[in-house]
């Protein structure tokens, strides 16, 4: 195979080969002057013609080549070297870094690559590897703890579920708050629809070469109408001048539950104290010592396998560089009956058309199948159903050896429609799943008239055809107990165009210019059909087939949004030391009325090196500033109202619940953004501060609203926001020989958020999708955005809960502002050891304050399944507080109350302030230890290079939640379209799992 | 290079126009914006028994005719605690999906306004008025003049001013209805569910919601005598409006919301849905149909409206109780079984009717009036209508009809008639209708009127023995965007629901 493979590329890359007489073979070694180390993959070209070879794994190269010709030799970021070739039959070559290109280069908005020393805005960058060293299978969770400034939580641990990525704080109550993905310059479809897995999960993190984080309005300016989130620019990996390198991986995980919440085991079901077997609640009378206890939650997890294997070929010659990968994911997980089946596979090559035009194309295909066992709802509560089913029952026991449901309780006159019946009768027997094939085409097309211009078109389009189904098996306890199946097929694209016209001159000797001038189309459709078929005939078959005319609805679905914009970039740069750039865009939107649907973002930012006026080699130091304003558009088909058919007697057509509104305009952000980046001891200390302040103005919502309006739901300019923080990003190198390396990089950030102004008369804003009895997400006027809002007891002036005569706390009916759901204070630690043929790399993850509203608690609470219910419940108490007398006054309470039934359900359930807990956390998201098989032995294999790795992603979390994993977002990252960032809502979480992998890395 | 140039940008431009869309985009080209009336009043229809249901499923348990088989489970119908609830459904029920239909911006009014239809706009105001009045009177005040106008705070206006615009929307509607316009829409048993398009039901119809809401105020306006003239003239030409359901059906959406599959046609319906196999008929209700306790003889309606138990027994809960153990009064070992099965009785199956207004409720409205203009004779008269109608309805035999109507449970003299006798078996015959409730509250919940009532054991001891009075509204969207009008109406309290509503303030039927 790999011979036949060397044949073919061989024979492409000799087809450009010019042989000569008087050959001879040159042979060497190329090493870096930095650390002695061979350099592999440098290129050694004969000047003046198009003869070139790569140095191998070892830094050898060997070049057939003509006495008295000349060699170049070079390698990215090392200053070239040429040497003239004499008699001997051996060069070897000593390159020195080079200081100028030592500089890091960063893709900025467009794909447009600058150099980072000249950046005025804050872009961090967080390389494949780092990414691939957390061996998380989304690469969002991947990017956990490696950015400054980017709050990511994942709704849970399962492989279905969405993670979402906000940066710098939310920038909407409703709505998707996340940033723009790009991938390689064109828009990618990062969507979750049906609460399923966000989109960008299927991006293979084998593929990424790295990421760039453009957290800021002015980062993103260039795109305009999607930049008041950030943006997440993933450029892949893409082939190499050279000889082939053909690489292969395989990992292996083991994958266990993490934490857990816990239950009381004492009490069994029945209410007011007594037993009845027909009540599904536990409060009843104490276990008897012959009864079995289950402890129901553990039993429930299991221990899954994931096979993930990896094969990526990448070579080429000058004229045409290819990078062609293939991967298969078969990942488990802990929740039964849930698995993913993934294939990705990419094609990538450039070509170089003349000396003055390129051509890069790519093809990735995706395949995606997820089931899953556990299918929440828009507001979460997925394993709800677990925590709060008795423990007298084994929910292991689902079903009859026939195969048909094991009721747990079943009443004499009930066909099994109401009978009680274990969460895991659903899990096994009513999957859900979603299967996508998904497409990403792109292509880009670079002419360089002038050396000092170039023009490029690219045209890319992300095809995803999805298909979301649900399934309800007949016997199914509940409203569907003939069964039904649910099922929408959907098909998106986004199709963005874009040219770009990039000059960049030098005048003057000191002075560089740069100016882009470019236009884009984007264009989003989506078209999807579902049904959904009740009651089956045949009830095995679950299919539209087998139902009656009746128990079928069709529906039909078509979105489409159209956009345009020009743009220009200018900036200009004096010596390296300023840098001054202005930008400007123009939008034009199809989801806006004509008279709001154009909409201008500039940006203005300044860059001063100050380090360039003192000794600047031996160090850096640069001041930056920026501001930007950046608009946004609205949802899809907000700006008018339509009609409904319905399928109650006499059919006929209701309004829509969600109405239009043609005067919506567009959302602006406006941002200040003002940093420096230093850099001490010959870059081994380098140090990255931000501080910004972003204000988001006529934010769009699309919530549920006022019924005498006439509409249920509908889209509106709602209000501003600002949300300000800092943002520090430390990178060192404490050690550094030959033998070893310790590099450490620190992420801390901390975002304050606060409600300027809500359209009309609300003061509070509650969130839709996270309204859960005592406690709701929600926002307050003048208070943090990502809030929670609920009943407090009576207190005080001086903060004394008041206790009323009976010796029970008195509820304070009113409602307001208990929690603040983001975090005070995080960091994330990343440190990468190498000794030797080992490396060593591991992050920490730290959280400091921030509130859970931890409504799985208050769920097991009102069922009677909660941990301290078993604590405290029959219990004489005396509370902590004051009574009031008649004269006004208070004393302290003395009095005792007895917890009872009353008491919990009546009033300590009915408070919000005993389901908010303030959190921090020490975890570990990752350890990864690599090792490499030495040289010897590797090639005794056959290979040039063997690598094994061991791996635990979340192997522990210290932290004062009393619930599950305390990373929690119940509804995801847009819940239904219409939802808002839930983060901090405890509802059913799935805990994160904690996993162990075994991994092998082969380079032929 | 200049012919590179051009066959580049010629490329170009071809790839750009490819990907070029006009901007006018933004409407779903897959579904309508308009329709004629014709297929928006069937589901306006059929909306409202849904929007009645949406009440009654509480006030049924607020009225005493059911209450939670566990006892102190349920919030709101066994603590009287709304505080805690996400959605009010009879808030949207009333406001989108019945009046948004109908008056919104894109109601049905609107295309009938154009198409000349004012058939359907005097049907469409009658059904309008007659869901507005069954809202103000499990909310109270709440927005009119400035619902449908596009404000997200509109300005609640008083129940009195409700009661006003109510008997306009009445008034309007008629006055269509008696100038059907010769190029209107032809309105038929497709388009009207409800009457077939017979113009003179509607209009008895109307005169019959107007008669509901005069019995509500006659007590303190001193009109029983002007009622009296508004409920013979509805008894004139007056038909059941009632919404009638399928035989059988296996869709969800064909069935009644009361019935044993528990329907749940929309996602919107699960804080609504009825749960009648975990409750239990009360003592209240099973004394009111009960004859002869020792000889376990009962009107013959309890067969009718409810289905045997697995023990045949009829039992009755207390209030709020249930089977709670510890606090019944049932004897000891008592099951559920030993109940009647609330489902599948006349009001209660899949494919019962959903009632809008009944005839008996005329009658009784009818003997209401004359008991208190003191004519004993036709109060008497109306009473015995009302019961008989009601036993011919649920399908008793005429036999028994005869024996019950002679029964000790029927008054036969018009000196013994007490107003109790006439609110009880209005009661009867209202079985699970949210009217009741209003009746109960009219009353004060007293026992002059209804002789067996009392305070819930669990009622949450900070109510203060103050009884029910009134539904919270929409927590989700009332309490976010209108906080200045809750705030002036005091809707914020936790005991808002306790408040009395214009009519009940102004009763002064709730002492003897």
């Known amino acids: ?1004 | 290079m200049k012919r590179t140039l051009k066959t580049l940008s010629i490329l170009l431009a071809v790839l750009f126009v490819t990907s070029c869309n006009d901007l006018d985009l933004n409407y779903n080209p897959v579904q309508p914006v308009t329709v004629p009336s014709n297929q928006r009043l069937p589901a306006i229809q059929a909306n409202l028994a849904y929007s009645l249901y949406s009440q009654a499923r509480y006030t049924s348990f607020h009225s005493y005719y059911l209450t939670t088989r566990t006892g102190n489970s349920n919030a709101q119908t066994d603590t009287w605690n709304y505080n805690n609830i996400t959605r009010m459904g009879a808030w949207r029920w009333h406001y989108f999906d019945v009046g948004s239909n109908i008056a919104g911006p894109a109601g049905m009014m609107l295309r009938a306004q154009e198409d000349g239809d004012n058939n359907y706009i005097g049907v469409g105001k009658i059904l309008l008025a007659f869901s507005f009045l069954g809202a103000t009177d499990v909310f109270g005040d709440m927005p009119f003049d400035e619902a449908y106008n596009g404000s997200f705070n509109p300005i609640y206006d008083s129940q009195e001013k409700i009661y006003e615009n109510v008997e306009r929307l009445l008034d309007e509607g008629i006055n269509e209805l008696q100038n059907v316009g010769e190029s209107a829409r032809s309105m038929n048993a497709l388009s009207d569910v409800i009457y077939a398009g017979d113009y003179g039901k509607w209009i008895s119809f109307a005169e019959a919601v107007r008669a509901r809401l005069k019995l509500h105020t006659a007590n303190f306006t001193n009109g029983y005598a002007n009622l009296l003239t508004t409920v013979n003239t509805a008894l004139g030409g007056f038909e059941d409006a009632m919404f009638v359901y399928p035989e059988s059906s296996v869709s969800t959406w064909e069935k009644n919301l009361w019935g044993e599959s528990r329907p749940s046609p929309e996602w919107q319906f699960a804080d609504i849905r009825n749960d009648l196999l975990n409750t239990l008929p009360t003592d209240v209700l099973m004394k009111a149909l009960t004859i002869d306790e020792a000889t376990q003889q009962f009107d013959p309606r309890l067969y009718k409206l409810t289905t045997p138990g697995a023990n045949n027994k009829y039992l009755g809960a207390q209030m709020s109780i249930g089977l709670n153990s510890a606090n019944t009064n049932l004897p000891t070992g008592t099951t559920y079984q030993d109940f009647a099965n609330l489902y599948n009785g006349y009001w209660t199956a899949d494919n019962s009717p959903y009632p809008y207004m009944i005839k008996e409720e005329l009658y009784f409205i009818k003997a209401e009036a004359a008991f208190y203009l003191n004519d004993m004779e036709t109060a008497l008269a109306a009473y015995k209508q009302g019961i008989e109608h009601n036993l011919r309805r649920l399908g008793v035999e005429e036999g028994q009809i005869i024996n019950f109507m002679g029964s000790i449970r029927v008054v036969q003299n018009a000196d013994d008639l007490e107003i109790s006798d006439i609110m009880m078996q209005k009661w009867i015959a209202l079985y699970l209708q949210a009217e009741s409730w209003v009746d109960v509250r009219r009353y004060g919940y007293g026992t002059h009127a209804y002789p067996d009532m009392y305070y819930p054991r669990f009622a949450l001891a900070e109510w203060g023995g103050r009884y029910i009075q009134r539904f919270v509204y929409d927590p989700q969207t009332e309490y976010v965007y209108n906080p200045k009008e809750i705030a002036r109406l005091g809707a914020g309290a936790r005991d808002w629901i306790f408040t009395p509503l214009w009519w009940v303030e102004k009763s002064n039927l709730k002492t003897p």
Do not use: C
């Not at chain 1, 009381?264 to 599904?280: A, K, N, P, V």
């Not at chain 1, 208070?783 to 007891?793: E, N, P, Q, R």
């Open chain 1, 1 to 1004: 195979m790999k011979k036949t493979l060397h044949l073919l590329f061989a024979m492409l890359v000799l087809t450009s080969h010019t042989v000569f007489a008087q050959e001879t073979t040159v042979r060497g070694v190329i090493t870096s002057s930095e650390d002695g180390l061979p350099i592999i993959g440098a290129t050694v070209k004969v000047d003046g013609t198009n003869i070139a070879a790569s140095t191998d794994r070892n830094g050898s190269y060997e070049i057939k080549v003509s006495k008295g010709q000349t060699l170049n030799f070079s390698f990215i970021g090392m200053l070239s070297v040429s040497r003239i070739v004499g008699d001997e039959p051996t060069i070897d070559v000593v390159l020195d870094p080079d200081q100028q290109s030592m500089d890091e280069i960063v893709v900025t908005a467009l794909g447009i690559e600058r150099n980072k020393k000249n950046l005025t805005y804050s872009v961090q960058k967080v390389s494949g590897d780092d990414l691939r060293a957390s061996n998380q299978g989304n690469i969002l969770n991947g990017l956990q703890g490696q950015i400054a400034g980017a709050q990511i939580s994942s709704s849970g641990g399962s492989p279905g579920l969405p993670t979402e990525i906000i940066l710098r704080g939310s920038t909407t109550l409703t709505g998707d708050n996340q940033p723009l993905m790009i991938v390689d310059g064109i828009r990618v479809n990062n969507s979750s629809s049906n609460g399923t897995v966000n989109r960008v999960a299927d991006i293979n993190p084998e593929d990424i070469e790295d990421i760039s984080i453009l957290k800021g309005a002015a980062a993103a300016a260039l795109y305009g109408i999607d930049a008041a989130s950030g943006a997440i620019i993933i450029t892949t990996k893409k082939g190499k001048e050279g000889v082939i390198q053909i690489g292969g991986s395989y990992k292996a995980f083991v994958e266990t539950m993490g934490r857990l919440p816990r239950q009381q085991g004492i009490y069994t079901t029945g209410t007011g104290g007594t037993y009845d077997e027909s009540s599904g609640s536990s409060w009843g009378r104490k276990f008897r010592y012959d009864e079995p206890i289950y402890n129901n939650v553990e039993r429930f997890f299991q221990t899954a396998l994931t096979h993930d294997a990896n094969l990526n070929i990448n070579g080429g010659s000058e004229k045409l560089q290819y990078y062609v990968s293939g991967g298969y994911r078969n990942a488990g997980s802990m929740v039964p009956n849930t698995e993913q089946d993934k294939i990705n596979f990419l094609i990538k090559g450039t070509a170089q058309l003349s000396s003055k035009m390129s051509l890069t194309a790519s093809a990735n295909y995706i395949q995606n199948n997820i089931q899953e066992g556990l299918g929440g709802a828009t507001a979460g509560g997925w394993i709800n159903s677990i925590l709060t089913y008795p423990l007298k029952y084994d929910i292991l026991n689902y079903e009859r050896p026939n195969g048909e449901p094991w009721y747990a309780y079943i009443e004499p006159e009930d066909d099994g429609r109401d009978a009680r019946i274990s969460p895991m009768w659903g899990v096994m027997r009513n999957p859900r799943n979603n299967n996508v094939d998904r497409f990403i085409v792109n292509g880009n097309l670079e002419y360089k008239p002038l050396d000092w211009m170039t023009l490029s078109y690219r045209l890319g389009q992300d095809y995803t055809a999805s298909k979301y189904r649900t399934v309800v098996t007949p016997g199914t306890p509940g409203d569907f107990f003939e069964g039904r199946v649910n099922e929408s097929n959907g098909n998106s694209r986004y199709v963005t165009s874009i040219f770009n016209a990039t000059m960049q001159k030098d005048f003057l000797d000191d002075f560089n210019v740069a100016l882009i001038l470019g236009g884009s189309s984007d264009y989003y459709e989506s078209a999807g059909l579902g049904y959904q078929a009740e009651d089956f005939l045949v009830p095995d078959i679950f299919s539209p087939n087998v139902v009656t005319k009746d128990g079928l609805i069709l529906t039909e679905t078509l979105t489409r949004r159209q956009r345009y914009a020009i743009y220009g970039d200018l900036s200009v740069s004096y010596k390296n030391l300023l840098t001054l750039a202005v930008t400007g865009r123009n939008d034009w939107t199809s989801t806006l009325s004509p008279q709001h649907r154009q909409f201008y973002s500039p940006s203005f930012s300044g860059s001063f090196t100050f380090s360039e006026l003192i000794n600047p080699d031996s160090w850096y130091g640069k001041l930056r500033a920026s501001y930007a304003r950046v608009g946004k558009d609205a949802p899809i088909y907000k700006t008018n109202t339509n009609l409904r058919q319905v399928a109650t007697i006499g059919g006929g057509f209701v309004v829509d619940a969600s109405g239009g509104n043609p005067d919506l305009k567009p959302e602006r952000t406006s941002e200040f953004e003002i940093g420096t980046e230093l850099s001490f001891l010959d870059r081994r200390l380098n140090v990255d501060l931000t501080y910004y302040e972003r204000k988001s103005i006529d934010m769009i919502m699309t919530p549920r609203v006022p019924l005498p309006s006439g509409y249920v739901i509908m889209t509106f300019n709602a209000g501003s926001l600002k949300n300000n923080g800092v943002e520090a990003s430390v990178n060192a190198i404490p050690i550094k020989t030959n033998d070893f390396m310790w590099s450490t990089t620190v992420n801390a950030w901390k975002n304050t958020s606060k409600m300027l102004e809500f359209a009309g008369d609300i003061v509070t804003f509650k969130y839709t999708n996270a309204q859960l009895n005592a406690g709701s997400a929600a926002t307050t006027l003048d208070k943090h955005v990502l809030g929670i809002v609920g009943t407090d007891y009576k207190r005080t002036e001086e903060g004394y809960i008041v206790v009323d005569a009976n010796g029970y706390p008195v509820i304070d009916g009113t409602e307001k502002d208990i929690g603040n759901r983001e975090p005070e204070f995080n960091i994330g630690w990343l440190n990468k050891i190498n000794y030797k043929n080992f490396n060593l790399s591991f992050l920490w993850d730290f959280r400091f304050g921030g509130d859970i509203l931890n409504a799985s608690r208050q769920r097991m609470m009102s069922v009677g399944t909660a941990y301290d219910i078993g604590q405290w419940r029959d219990k004489e108490f005396v509370f902590n507080g004051v009574v009031a007398q008649e004269d006004g006054s208070y004393v302290k309470n003395e009095k005792s109350a007895v917890l009872d039934y009353s008491y919990f359900a009546n009033n300590y359930y009915q408070v919000g302030t005993n389901f908010v807990e303030k959190i921090n956390w020490a975890r570990i998201r990752f350890i990864t230890l690599g090792y490499n098989l030495p040289q010897s032995l590797a090639s005794r294999m056959g290979v040039q290079r063997l690598g094994l790795e061991f791996s635990t992603q979340n192997p522990f979390v210290i932290t004062n939640y009393s619930g599950g994993d305390p990373e929690v977002n119940s509804a995801g990252p847009n819940a239904g379209g219409s939802g808002a960032s839930t983060m901090g809502v405890d509802n059913g979480a799935i805990p994160l799992a904690k996993s162990f992998s075994f991994g092998l890395n082969i380079t032929l």
